[in-house]
């Protein structure tokens, strides 16, 4: 008899988004009047940049004709796209990378939860209190911990807590931890580090031999200047850190799917014997042997984003959303909401009114402001009393969102 991986069965409930949409799903059923607006899930509702879709358009085209047809790439994406990722996302923050460290993916998502087949087991991870489910989740999928309590926190994984006490920087764990996870601008809380308390952390990590997965895909979002776009521009960063970024926030690539991992050359943990190896050649051997990479029209398209034309269309796009996250921060602050993020981030983070409990202000939300978010709690234990809006809609309809809430709960 087959038997499943048991620690499938530790997970708690349902994944979050899939519970959100079920509950909103039932909602919409019973209520088949009432317009819905939804500023739950990070999916983006811009179309395509002009110049993406061009540049999209022309690589099926090449498909079409057999003297520029293109079967298997190469695992680790196009050369070409990765020498214009690091001429212009990298070399203007003064990061100097080389082709072969960056690796073309379909999406951040994906690298984040594959990057745990490279390390083994008996690491002990750290990872911020709320979180993006997937880091833990993916953990307890591969049975790096075991059970978890009552409050939904997993034995064997180290949390740092980020609320609004501690201006949501989390602490260096007190014990001695081998994987760090670090997200930074951050989702959920919509925060961002600067530039000396990532130093902390990688300070901590070259001391340590520690490894911090960075997750940047929402650094595009950064308008304040000073704040760190990549890990990499902190010194001794090289050393200790693995960073992925996206294009679905950046481009509205959530449905072409797309990303990147940088694995610097350097950088290398041991072997139970001690012996130091390279992450790169680990990576890179798990990719080859793993995926087959991204289709050759989704890289021309990607590859067009960073174009002069290209770049000008989606700093346009971003603008909107970060336009839209100022509408819900200032609209809800003004109703006597605490809100944080929303100024570097598309996510605002607020405090539920009346000390609520995260999933009972997503039902109240959505019976009496038919307003759809996301529960705090569904980050994590940390995440509880507070709820995440995201930036990623309509202006008109954000602007009718933060009516409903002001009439509501306003002053």
């Not at 690298?111 to 993006?132: E, Q, S």
């Not at 007190?174 to 959920?188: M, Q």
């Not at 001391?207 to 960075?214: D, G, K, P, Q, V």
């Not at 269309?313 to 200032?330: F, G, S």
Request: hydrophobic residues 40%; contains cysteine.
């Amino acid at each position: 008899m087959a038997h499943i991986n048991d620690n499938y069965l530790k997970l708690q409930a349902g994944y979050l988004f899939p519970e959100i949409g079920r509950r909103v799903q039932q909602f919409a059923a019973a209520n088949p009047d009432a317009r819905l607006i939804r500023l739950g899930i990070g999916d983006v509702t811009r179309p395509l940049a002009p110049a993406v879709v061009e540049a999209f358009h022309a690589g099926i085209d090449d498909l079409a004709r057999r003297e520029s047809f293109h079967g298997y790439g190469p695992e680790h994406g196009y050369q070409w796209l990765s020498e214009v990722i690091i001429e212009k996302a990298y070399k203007p923050l003064g990061v100097e990378l080389k082709a072969a460290e960056v690796f073309i993916s379909d999406g951040s998502k994906c690298d984040t939860a594959n990057i745990l087949d490279i390390f083994a087991l008996d690491n002990k991870i750290a990872i911020c209190d709320p979180v993006y489910p997937v880091y833990i989740d993916t953990n307890v999928m591969i049975g790096r911990s075991g059970e978890a309590d009552s409050r939904g926190y997993y034995e064997g994984i180290t949390y740092l807590p980020m609320t609004a006490e501690n201006n949501f920087t989390p602490a260096l764990p007190v014990e001695k931890v081998d994987i760090i996870y670090l997200c930074y601008p951050n989702n959920p809380t919509g925060t961002v580090a600067t530039r000396e308390q990532l130093q902390v952390w990688v300070d901590y990590a070259v001391a340590n031999e520690s490894i911090i997965l960075f997750d940047a895909a929402y650094e595009a979002f950064i308008r304040q200047p000073g704040i760190p776009h990549s890990i990499y521009e902190i010194p001794g960063a090289k050393n200790c850190a693995i960073e992925f970024r996206s294009f679905s926030k950046t481009a509205g690539f959530t449905g072409v799917r797309c990303g990147l991992t940088i694995v610097p050359e350097e950088l290398g943990a041991r072997t139970f014997g001690g012996e130091k190896i390279a992450l790169n050649q680990l990576w890179n051997r798990r990719q080859g042997t793993k995926f087959n990479g991204v289709s050759y029209p989704v890289q021309k398209a990607a590859a067009a984003v960073y174009s002069d034309e290209g770049w000008t269309q989606i700093t346009a796009t971003i603008d909107y959303y970060l336009h839209n996250a100022r509408l819900i921060r200032e609209g809800l602050t003004a109703a006597g909401i605490t809100c944080f993020g929303g100024e570097n981030s598309p996510y605002i983070w607020l405090k539920t009114p009346e000390e609520m409990a995260s999933w009972d202000f997503f039902d109240k939300l959505l019976s009496e402001c038919h307003v759809v978010g996301t529960p705090g709690s569904g980050f994590g234990p940390s995440g509880e009393g507070y709820f995440r809006l995201s930036a990623f809609g309509d202006v008109e309809d954000v602007k009718e969102a933060v009516k409903r809430l002001r009439d509501r709960w306003g002053c």
